[in-house]
């Protein structure tokens, strides 16, 4: 395993990466799959390796009082290991669209012209504590032609150098250069501004953590971004809603997974309905413990049920929760919900509850947001649950990619024109 | 006409193309057509108005010194103003992709899952002394449903402020918002820096011009940037090219446009066919006056020849000329190139001249610039050349869009979801 800090200057560590990409970009499937399937092999056997790395790190994590919700995170188990080397065996059998002709046709004067995916080139991702985001996102860079550089959390600092360890030594006995996966083992944060600025050499930035993150690298990055991952969601029960439709989609919304991106923060309710429909929601969440921000309508109509209610302070509509929080607010109709939404968006995932088929077109229309679903919980937006076999990140940008970022998203295209003596008149 | 000097903070105009931009973004395409209409009449019915601001505008440029290149292209003439109507009636024409439905399916759960194009949002263009683009690229965001807020070079305020007046009040009459084309009349440069750093109103960067100013943008905005426009473009002519071909195509790539950026800079030469070509493409450049900066080898070949010929100098090989000026470099073969174009390249256009189809590969899939030619001229790289009808700008990046940006390239897309009481689980 190496050793820690030895990376004070990211430059040897870019221009390897270039050097990489340009021998795995134009690699075959079948070589880049082999890669795959040994850093899997490697990963169970040397299973014992990342587990005692990752012993060290819940130990200081410990003695450093982390949470146990964070402890949990970064834990590694035996079956853990065992799940992440099927991960990565699963990315080696998906589809992989580098190479694909996006398009190609003749043009009037004879030329072929077409529009073939690539590879991105470099990647650098920044991460938070899980450590198996440093697998996934190795894996799915490598099944797209892409080298990366990554920069995990330093609380899961010695578990990552030890799968990038696994991840190098099995490179090492392929085609693929040990240098497509690089890690930044110097914890120092001059390094991630560094690693922003090194446009000559990467061609992406993928931050995944907090609102701190996303900020932090639309500042500093002369390289694209692609930020996302921040959803305030909103649901909007209209007044002609079926109503214990309704009750099921904001339970499952609030509460299924409260601490993730694409869970529920705000609810919005038709005057209408709200007499009906939020005793209904206050009585349902009470049995998870939610606590309810409620706008003055909804206070009055909730104050003396059984759920746990106050009122809702200024900033409680621009939160995103994630955790067992609701902010809840009576709205005039259609037209009052759009303009929430619009104000105090995320543009990640937002929801219209309606049998109203005009509404529905209405809200998907005026809202464009990642992900808007008409009858449906927000937990929807994810990778997986879209079909896309992979999950990178979730963009709520509007350039390149959004919502749910799967192996298509790790490519570009260029055109290629192939012509006999054409020139330009 | 609007007094100069108004826009002393960006923040109002921001929020009024924020709100603009809602407004128009889910217009109908008739909509959207009668106001491109609506200008391009007004353009006609006010060309007068346009001509005198413009006189203005280069009689400034003379008394300021203005080479006779750029006063010709700030200049505009009773013949240019029609024809930029009719451009805008042809972008009127052009099919418009906002709602286009990319994909839909029914998933497992029985969830209808669709992504459709939608506008980006506010648009802002920062853009040099051509007033033509102020035309071109507010029609082009009009189509597509985009706000945008303008930038242009102070040489041609008085124009660009005439042309965005005649916009503004075509719009008047129309369902489109006059506030959908802002234009910041003020010339102070911290404002394209406040510009750039309005990410909660503008969603896209683009800049049309120089390398200082795309380095700007890279370094200083928030708002994700198309970086672009910038080609140090190759042609490599390999041991089996056709040399008569190479002649021709070499000729129309320096010289039929040699101020734009898919123009060629740089001409490497197999070893093998040097002596028979490097002397034909020299007499050929010479009727037009082209100054050649040629390796040690190049030279030893064209010193005695017609052309005017000088070693090439350290930078020469990182030089976009945009002038009747050429590198010149002798090359042991294709792995040479390659490298060379790697190394040196702005991966904008490059070409390979050949009759060997396994070196044609090779070629197209190492080098992953935005345009790669066989056998063609590196000057097809353009929207309308490419069958886009159009052209916002010509992309090097690898983000979002690649190489000539049409309409499509100035959309995104959202994920919609429509369920009946779907819920995850």
Known sequence: ????????????????????????????????????????????????????????????????????????????????????????????????????????????????????????????????????????????????????????????????????????SALERTDVPRDAVQYIDNPDRALVTELLRMDEYVDMIIPRGGAGLHRLCREQSTIPVITGGIGICHIYVDEDAKLGQAVDIIENAKVQRPSVCNALDTLLVHRAVAPTLLPRVARRLAEHDVELRADEDAFALLKDGPAHVVPAGPDDFDQEWLALVLGIKVVDGLDAAIQHIQTHSTEHSDAILTTNQTHAAQFVDAINSAAVYVNASTRFTDGGEFGLGAEVAVSTQKLHARGPMGLEELTTYKWIGLGDGHVRS
């Open 1 to 168: 395993m190496p050793a820690t800090d030895t990376t004070t200057s990211l430059r040897p560590l870019g221009q390897a990466a270039k050097h990489a990409s340009r021998v795995l970009g134009p690699m075959r499937t079948p070589q880049k799959n082999d890669a795959l399937l040994a850093i899997a092999d490697e990963l169970d056997d040397r299973a014992d390796d990342v587990l005692a790395a990752n012993a060290q790190d819940v130990e200081d994590g410990r003695a450093n009082d982390l949470s146990d919700a964070l402890l949990d995170r970064l834990l590694l188990t035996e079956q853990r290991v065992a799940r992440l080397a099927q991960d990565v065996r699963r990315v080696a059998e998906l589809p992989d669209p580098v190479g694909q002709d996006l398009d190609r046709r003749d043009l009037d004067n004879g030329m072929t012209l077409i529009r073939r995916r690539i590879p991105i080139g470099v990647l650098g991702v920044i991460y938070e504590a899980r450590p198996n985001v440093t697998i996934d996102i190795a894996a799915l860079s490598l099944k797209t032609g892409n080298a990366v550089i990554l920069r995990g959390g330093s609380e899961t600092l010695r578990s990552n150098l030890a799968l990038v360890d696994v991840i190098q």
